[in-house]
């Protein structure tokens, strides 16, 4: 049995030629506009990107907030490098979107008397919409899942 040297190659008339196999890498999405729409049971956040563009977003909760890390994506804003809003909506204190590392975007929003409760959307426009509405109870006790 021959075993695999790593590499692959191809014959052409005795010749062989050796194709290097590489992975195609994808541009980071651009979050390029943020809008933050009150609603009747707390906030829609929109983070707008390119069309096509669908960032993987990955929620939990954490003590008495919801956190959206959105994953392979970049913040450029024409208002500068990060978003922030105190008490957008009763039970909700804070939203905050800023740049997690080079290629990650976290979004995090706080409640006043516990964790948010958060759902990730994904309109046929493209971005990605947040629905979130305060939590009530203990911090933390909201349940949270990937996108």
Same mark, same amino acid.
């Given at each position: 049995m021959k075993q695999s040297q790593g590499f692959n190659g191809i014959m052409f008339g005795g010749a062989a030629v050796l194709m290097a196999i590489q992975p195609v890498v994808a541009a980071p999405a651009?979050?390029?506009?943020?809008?933050?729409?009150?609603?009747?049971?707390?906030?829609?956040?929109f983070l707008q990107t390119r069309p096509g563009d669908r960032p993987q977003v990955f929620a939990v909760n954490?003590?008495?907030?919801?956190?959206?890390?959105i994953t392979s994506t970049q913040l450029r804003l024409p208002?500068? %490098? =990060?978003? !922030?809003?105190?008490?957008?909506?009763? &039970?909700?204190?804070?939203?905050? $979107?800023?740049?997690? %590392? =080079?290629? !990650?975007?976290?979004?995090?929003?706080? &409640?006043?008397?516990?964790?948010? $409760?958060?759902?990730?959307?994904?309109? !046929?426009?493209?971005g990605v919409l947040l629905s979130l509405s305060p939590g009530a109870g203990k911090p933390g006790q909201a349940s949270a899942a990937p996108a």
């Amino acid at each position: 049995m021959k075993q695999s040297q790593g590499f692959n190659g191809i014959m052409f008339g005795g010749a062989a030629v050796l194709m290097a196999i590489q992975p195609v890498v994808a541009a980071p999405a651009q979050v390029t506009g943020v809008q933050l729409n009150p609603t009747s049971g707390g906030v829609e956040l929109f983070l707008q990107t390119r069309p096509g563009d669908r960032p993987q977003v990955f929620a939990v909760n954490r003590s008495n907030s919801w956190t959206a890390d959105i994953t392979s994506t970049q913040l450029r804003l024409p208002s500068g %490098n =990060a978003f !922030s809003r105190e008490n957008p909506a009763p &039970g909700i204190s804070k939203v905050t $979107v800023a740049p997690l %590392n =080079a290629n !990650s975007v976290r979004v995090t929003v706080v &409640g006043q008397k516990g964790a948010p $409760v958060g759902q990730v959307l994904r309109p !046929s426009q493209g971005g990605v919409l947040l629905s979130l509405s305060p939590g009530a109870g203990k911090p933390g006790q909201a349940s949270a899942a990937p996108a």
